[in-house]
């Protein structure tokens, strides 16, 4: 039988997997994908100007939003992260904060979208916080980008790691709360060419891999490498589906 599991002990477990992102800030900025414009597309509201990139990592998000010719202001509480950013988008201003303590004047973002950060925040308080520093009628869009597990070889590879991402387990039905209305949801499927080492790297670049020890870490990434290098000898490419799974909440 399982043991519960202590809050206390798990709060702590998330805490460090949250921090966990500096120490490997190259890696992600090397093998975490972009997102699609279908994505990006639904989760801003028209006419939007200024859009706040919450928990904005290396920039992964940001860059698809300064190429729409949007103001975008960036906030990420991890230093690595942060260098990491400067360096690759050196004209857009990264600020240190949080989802429940935001850097920003009253009313001064149309949007507010998070791109694989929102399962991080404690909704009860980042919700008000990002509803103060929206404009009236101002978005909330959440985007995680998750494998595609109806693919069998992604179904296969899944059940051989350690366990779901935090993002998978918050991407489905993110909370968001008041005093934004009902989240609504969309589901963008896609597919990006990549290579045995990129598969290692985007595994090593997940919080639960970097925080494992380094025997258990190097039994998982064995394993990523095995099954890569068996399909990639089966297709003769190696493609990896992921779905997109977008959210938005808007203020009343």
């Given at each position: 039988?399982?043991?519960?599991?202590?809050?206390?002990?798990?709060?702590?477990?998330?805490?460090?997997?949250?921090?966990?992102?500096?120490?490997?800030?190259?890696?992600?900025?090397?093998?975490?994908?972009?997102?699609?414009?279908?994505?990006l597309d639904w989760v801003l509201p028209p006419g939007a100007r200024r859009v706040l990139d919450l928990g904005?990592?290396?920039?992964?998000?940001?860059?698809?939003?300064?190429?729409?010719?949007?103001?975008?202001?960036?906030?990420?509480?991890?230093?690595?992260?942060?260098?990491?950013?400067?360096?690759?988008?050196?004209?857009?201003?990264?600020?240190?904060?949080?989802?429940?303590?935001?850097?920003?004047?009253?009313?001064?973002?149309?949007?507010?979208?998070?791109?694989?950060?929102?399962?991080?925040?404690?909704?009860?308080?980042?919700?008000?916080?990002?509803?103060?520093?929206?404009?009236?009628?101002?978005?909330?869009?959440?985007?995680?980008?998750?494998?595609?597990?109806?693919?069998?070889?992604?179904?296969r590879l899944d059940r051989t790691l350690p366990g779901p991402g935090e993002e998978q387990l918050g991407s489905?039905?993110?909370?968001?709360?008041?005093?934004?209305?009902?989240?609504?949801?969309?589901?963008?499927?896609?597919?990006?060419?990549?290579?045995?080492?990129?598969?290692?790297?985007?595994?090593?670049?997940?919080?639960?891999?970097?925080?494992?020890?380094?025997?258990?870490?190097?039994?998982?990434?064995?394993?990523?490498?095995?099954?890569?290098?068996?399909?990639?000898?089966?297709?003769?490419?190696?493609?990896?589906?992921?779905?997109?799974?977008?959210?938005?909440?808007?203020?009343?």
């Amino acid at each position: 039988m399982d043991l519960p599991v202590d809050p206390d002990q798990r709060r702590a477990r998330r805490a460090a997997q949250a921090r966990s992102f500096g120490a490997a800030a190259d890696v992600y900025e090397r093998a975490r994908p972009t997102y699609p414009a279908e994505a990006l597309d639904w989760v801003l509201p028209p006419g939007a100007r200024r859009v706040l990139d919450l928990g904005a990592g290396t920039g992964k998000l940001t860059r698809l939003l300064t190429a729409r010719g949007l103001e975008v202001v960036a906030v990420e509480p991890t230093p690595g992260m942060r260098e990491q950013f400067a360096a690759v988008l050196p004209g857009v201003p990264v600020l240190d904060g949080t989802g429940e303590d935001l850097p920003l004047d009253d009313g001064s973002v149309d949007a507010v979208v998070a791109g694989q950060s929102w399962h991080w925040v404690d909704p009860d308080r980042a919700a008000p916080e990002v509803a103060r520093v929206l404009r009236p009628g101002g978005w909330l869009g959440l985007l995680w980008n998750v494998r595609d597990p109806s693919v069998d070889w992604v179904a296969r590879l899944d059940r051989t790691l350690p366990g779901p991402g935090e993002e998978q387990l918050g991407s489905l039905a993110p909370r968001v709360g008041a005093p934004f209305g009902p989240v609504e949801r969309y589901d963008v499927r896609w597919s990006q060419p990549t290579s045995v080492d990129g598969l290692l790297d985007l595994t090593r670049s997940r919080s639960w891999v970097i925080t494992l020890g380094e025997e258990r870490r190097r039994e998982v990434l064995e394993d990523v490498r095995r099954q890569a290098e068996e399909r990639l000898a089966a297709a003769g490419e190696l493609v990896l589906p992921y779905v997109t799974r977008c959210s938005r909440a808007r203020l009343p």
